[in-house]
T-cell receptor, first 109, second 118 residues
Framework: QSVLTQPPSVSAAPGQKVTISCSGS????????VSWYQHFPGTAPKLLIY???KRPSGIPDRFSASKSGTSATLGITGLQTGDEADYYC???????????FGTGTKVSV | QVQLVQSGSEVKKPGASVKVSCKAS????????FGWVRQAPGQGLEWVGY??????????AQSLRGRVFMTTDTSTNTAYMELRSLRSDDTAVYYC???FGTGYYRDWGQGTLLTVSS
C-alpha cells in the first residue's frame, strides 16, 4: 500500500482535459519535490515532470503539474488517444527513507 | 540523455539469486546515481533502491533490505542489482533508471523480466 494516493482511473474525450491528484503527507509531498511518470505497460516509464512543475525537453506543454501543501496535481490538456497510459507521481519520503510512487492512475481517452 | 540497456529475462527457482545489469551509453556517473524500480504483474511501480554514483552509498526499500544489493562498475558504466533468496512475489519487471538529486528518475532501461517459479 503506497503512502501516495491517486485515483485509480480518469477519463475524458479527445481534446478535453484531465487532472490527476496525488495525495501524500508532510514527510513526502509536503517537504520534497514531486515528479510524474507516464507508463505504457510493457515499456519503460517516461519522466513527464520533475521538481514539481518542470518539463524535461521533448515533453509537450499539454502536460503540466503543480503542488500545494501535501498534494500534487498533473494536468493533461488536448487529450489524445496516445495519452492512454498509466500515470504515477513519485517523491522521496523522509519517514520511510526511501522513494515512493503513487498508486497509479489509468487515463482513458 | 543516457541510454540504459539491461540484461535479458531470467527464470529462477525460489531461494535462488539473480543479478541484473544495466549498462549506460555514456558516462552516466555524471548523474547522482542509479535507481531500481520494479512492477509486479497487475501492480504499480515499486521502488527497489538506489546507489550513489559518487561514493557507492546504497539505500534499499525496507521490504527488501537484506536481500537486495546494488553495485556499480565505473570502468564499464554498468550498474548491477542482485536479489537473493528469491520468492515468487519477486516476479516482476525490473527497471534501472538514472537518479537525479532533487528526486526524480530521468532515463530508464527497457526492463528485465524476472520470473520466480518452481
Amino acid at each position: 500500500q503506497s503512502v501516495l494516493t491517486q485515483p485509480p482511473s480518469v477519463s475524458a474525450a479527445p481534446g478535453q482535459k484531465v487532472t490527476i491528484s496525488c495525495s501524500g503527507s508532510s514527510s513526502n509531498i509536503g517537504s520534497k519535490y514531486v515528479s510524474w511518470y507516464q507508463h505504457f505497460p510493457g515499456t519503460a516509464p517516461k519522466l513527464l515532470i520533475y521538481d514539481n512543475d518542470k518539463r524535461p525537453s521533448g515533453i509537450p506543454d499539454r502536460f503540466s503539474a503543480s503542488k500545494s501543501g501535501t498534494s500534487a496535481t498533473l494536468g493533461i490538456t488536448g487529450l489524445q488517444t496516445g495519452d492512454e497510459a498509466d500515470y504515477y507521481c513519485g517523491t522521496w519520503d523522509s519517514t520511510l527513507s526511501g522513494y515512493v510512487f503513487g498508486t497509479g492512475t489509468k487515463v482513458s481517452v | 540523455q543516457v541510454q540504459l540497456v539491461q540484461s535479458g529475462s531470467e527464470v529462477k527457482k525460489p531461494g535462488a539469486s539473480v543479478k541484473v545489469s544495466c549498462k549506460a551509453s555514456t558516462d552516466a556517473f555524471t548523474t547522482s546515481g542509479f535507481g531500481w524500480v520494479r512492477q509486479a504483474p497487475g501492480q504499480g511501480l515499486e521502488w527497489v533502491g538506489y546507489i550513489s554514483a559518487y561514493n557507492g552509498y546504497t539505500n534499499y526499500a525496507q521490504s527488501l533490505r537484506g536481500r537486495v544489493f546494488m553495485t556499480t562498475d565505473t570502468s564499464t558504466n554498468t550498474a548491477y542489482m542482485e536479489l537473493r533468496s528469491l520468492r515468487s512475489d519477486d516476479t516482476a519487471v525490473y527497471y534501472c533508471a538514472t537518479w537525479f538529486g532533487t528526486g526524480y528518475y530521468r532515463d530508464w532501461g527497457q526492463g528485465t523480466l524476472l520470473t520466480v517459479s518452481s
